[in-house]
């Protein structure tokens, strides 16, 4: 067994990706990618060697972690800028958590570096692409190897330009800028509250330090209502990163990027920040009832209502990204249930198939020129490998024994049913739902006859004729299978409870007995599998088998139909009502009265001011040499005056 991780080491993990982006970009910068010296392919291989480096340090870390039984390693802080009573420390924090993270941020980027050579081949921002890729990595491993809160917030700050840029990546398409700005604006909002929370809790503990934090908010050092404000501070800041109600918006749009920037940024990266700065801070939300219902409350509503719109949506990347959302659902549902263990293992275990499915609709993309599930079908003969990889992660989604998002649902669910028992019913008919849509993805992508896809734009396989079908190459396989192996098998790891010890022994001990910790229960597996076998009979009865016709049951259901292809009217009350209404017509037009009447105002008045005074000044210039010799012989005796004022005044007797 290996011997404790060194502090150099760790920050070895986290500075080799920002080492890849640095010299990706320093050769850009220095001309090499024009001239040919920096070939495309170095970019991704540079990209690929630094992730992969970081994460076989990751795997020291787990180990080292493991050895201490999930318990913090302690490293020492750097005093890196001091003002005043602002003290900013700078440092890295390993336990449980961290450790798990490291392993899914590192392993997912790396599978996702290896199957972009195949899909950006030919691309000509290859080497933007792959730069952006490893600052995104980076980003995110500083996120969660942070020890001080505003550390972390720099790092998160970073993310989020990251996935502004990777989402805006083809940059000459409307849609893409208009989805990166989109993105970049409603994360801020949540962003705002974040911040907010920070300036709370340092002007109230003086303390910036996470695990002081933690250890003050569990004491019961710091005041109820600090905690609370403190808390849903935090979770402004994490409902807008993980995409949670009302602040889910921006993820359907953000499919505009890459494929493969969707699979990172849903699987491994962005999404997965808010779950984690909640899980991070989780023994300040325990200890604040508001701030913990506000976490369950809103993970149920968004599971749910992420989980219809996926059964709406006809492009299968959007599918994948409302799943996402409700998956994240599932995930803060099971935090608000005090499950730290259940959200954490189901996050590990949703990178995994989450990824697969993202990059199996890039393969089928590859192969047919669209994401519009209307133009596929019949590609289970065309494209074996991408048909049985993506079926094994839509089975590992809906949580069908024995593949990993099963073991990981049920867990959440049990604890559900012992703390909140409605919560455990909301879940539940999320299941059904989640089956119904992987269903209807799986039935209408590769089911049935093909429909004879369309003409691609981007990549490689740009052209302008639709795609004939055909199987992706194997640099874009070999992830497909390496992911749906861990898809099947990385549920077993917590069999014992392995994981839950490991996650619960960086925590308080004052945290440890409130902490939710079920048992497995038989009942509500088969259960929960029967729902789930249930959803999936019901997409092949109306998509497959056509017993029942889609059309009949969208006219049976029109309001719903239509509340759902309107996405709630949340885009529309956003963009319409606040954007075009409250902001242009308001906020807007005070600024720009602001602008008019005040700044320009004042700029305009002092022009004309001084222009008023210049053409009055300008008569005293008449030319005249003998008048110009009067004023000076006139201003030399009023000087000679002043100054022997008191002697003239005495000479006359005054």
Request: charge should be negative; glycine fraction near 10%.
């Amino acid at each position: 067994m290996l011997n404790q991780i060194p502090e150099g080491v760790v920050w070895a993990i986290l500075f080799l990706p920002f080492g890849s982006f640095a010299v990706i970009s320093l050769a850009a910068l220095l001309g090499l990618t024009r001239t040919g010296s920096w070939e495309a392919r170095f970019s991704g291989y540079l990209t690929m060697a630094a992730i992969a480096a970081s994460f076989l340090l990751s795997l020291w870390a787990l180990d080292s972690v493991l050895q201490e039984d999930g318990a913090r390693i302690g490293y020492d802080a750097h005093e890196w800028v001091t003002v005043g009573s602002l003290r900013f420390d700078i440092g890295v924090t390993v336990d449980g958590l961290t450790a798990i993270m490291l392993i899914v941020v590192t392993s997912v980027s790396l599978l996702v570096q290896f199957y972009s050579q195949g899909y950006m081949r030919g691309d000509p921002g290859y080497n933007r692409y792959y730069a952006f890729m490893s600052l995104f990595t980076g980003s995110m491993l500083g996120l969660v190897l942070a020890s001080n809160i505003l550390q972390l917030f720099v790092f998160w700050e970073l993310v989020g330009l990251c996935s502004y840029l990777l989402i805006g990546f083809w940059f000459y398409r409307d849609s893409a800028r208009r989805a990166a700005t989109k993105a970049f604006v409603v994360t801020r909002i949540g962003d705002l509250g974040f911040l907010s929370a920070i300036l709370l809790i340092w002007t109230k503990t003086d303390q910036l330090d996470i695990g002081q934090i933690q250890h003050l908010a569990a004491t019961g050092m710091i005041g109820s209502s600090v905690i609370t404000w403190f808390a849903l501070g935090l979770f402004a800041g994490a409902a807008g990163k993980s995409a949670q109600f009302p602040l889910h918006v921006w993820l359907p749009d953000a499919m505009e990027g890459p494929t493969p920037v969707s699979a990172l940024i849903h699987a491994a990266t962005m999404v997965v920040a808010g779950v984690y700065l909640v899980a991070r801070f989780f023994p300040v939300f325990i200890v604040s009832e508001e701030a913990i219902n506000a976490v369950v409350v809103v993970g149920a509503i968004t599971a749910i209502m992420a989980a219809s719109l996926a059964i709406v949506a006809t492009d299968i990347k959007r599918v994948m990204a409302y799943s996402t959302i409700s998956q994240l659902g599932y995930m803060m549902m099971a935090l608000g249930v005090g499950a730290i263990g259940a959200a954490i293992f189901h996050l590990f275990t949703h990178a995994f198939f989450k990824a697969l499915l993202f990059l199996g609709a890039g393969s089928v993309n590859h192969a047919t020129g669209t994401f519009d599930m209307r133009k596929m079908g019949g590609l289970a003969r065309f494209m074996p490998v991408t048909f049985l990889t993506t079926t094994v992660a839509g089975l590992a989604l809906v949580g069908v024994f024995p593949l990993a998002g099963f073991w990981s649902k049920d867990e959440i669910l049990i604890e559900a049913w012992a703390e909140k028992p409605l919560i455990f019913w909301t879940a539940l008919a999320g299941v059904f739902l989640t089956a119904v849509y992987v269903g209807r993805m799986l039935f209408l992508t590769f089911g049935g006859e093909y429909k004879g896809g369309e003409a691609s734009d981007h990549g490689a396989q740009a052209n302008s004729r639709p795609a004939e079908p055909h199987e992706s190459p194997w640099v874009m396989l070999l992830p497909l299978v390496v992911l749906a192996t861990l898809a099947t098998t990385v549920g077993f790891v917590n069999i014992t409870g392995g994981m839950n010890d490991i996650l619960e022994g960086w925590l308080p001990e004052e945290t440890h007995e409130l902490v939710a910790a079920g048992d497995f229960v038989l009942w509500i597996s088969v259960v929960s599998v029967a729902v789930g076998l249930a959803g999936l009979g019901l997409a092949w009865a109306i998509y497959s088998r056509k017993a029942i016709r889609a059309e009949e049951v969208s006219a049976a259901l029109e309001p719903v139909q239509v509340l759902l292809d309107r996405k709630y009217y949340l885009d529309d009350l956003y963009e319409t009502v606040i954007v075009k209404g409250v902001i242009m017509r308001g906020a807007a037009a005070a600024l720009h009265a602001w602008d008019r009447y005040v700044i320009d105002g004042v700029v305009n008045g002092l022009a004309s001011l001084m222009r008023f005074s210049s053409e009055k000044y300008r008569l005293a210039q008449s030319g005249q040499a003998q008048l110009y010799g009067a004023a000076i012989f006139i201003g030399v005796i009023v000087i000679v005056a002043s100054v022997l004022q008191d002697e003239l005044l005495g000479i006359v007797g005054l």
